[in-house]
């Protein structure tokens, strides 16, 4: 049974971090692209961050580049969202997502809920 867990959301106040972690299982993590998207209220889903099969590639929308980084370790088949300065409009539900690296098998976790407020 494919499973994507997130964890690690919750209200912090503005400046501060928060660290998501998305654990697979189910399928073969280490040939998955793995990104993290988020959808806030009455909005669209958006990608925030994306990293390849091996970790040698990542991706950031320019509205989190240089605070924060996604990461993975596919020994313990999971993967991170590390993220710094954060700011109110970061408030959102955060998805994982699993890519095949060559089919269309396509995974989604259930989210995890992240508030920065004051």
């Known amino acids: 049974q494919v499973q994507l867990v997130e964890s690690g959301g919750g209200l912090v106040q503005p400046g501060g971090s928060l660290r998501l972690s998305c654990a697979a299982s189910g399928f073969t993590f280490s040939v998955y692209h793995m990104s993290w998207y988020r959808q806030a209220p009455g909005k669209g889903r958006e990608l925030v961050a994306r990293i390849s099969s091996t970790g040698g590639s990542t991706n950031y929308a320019d509205s989190v580049k240089g605070r924060f980084t996604i990461s993975r370790d596919n020994a313990k088949n999971t993967v991170y969202l590390q993220m710094n300065s954060l700011k109110p409009e970061d408030t959102a539900v955060y998805f994982c997502?699993?890519?095949?690296?060559?089919?269309?098998?396509?995974?989604w976790g259930q989210g995890t809920q992240v508030t920065v407020s004051s």
């Open positions: 997502n699993a890519e095949h690296i060559w089919t269309t098998s396509n995974y």
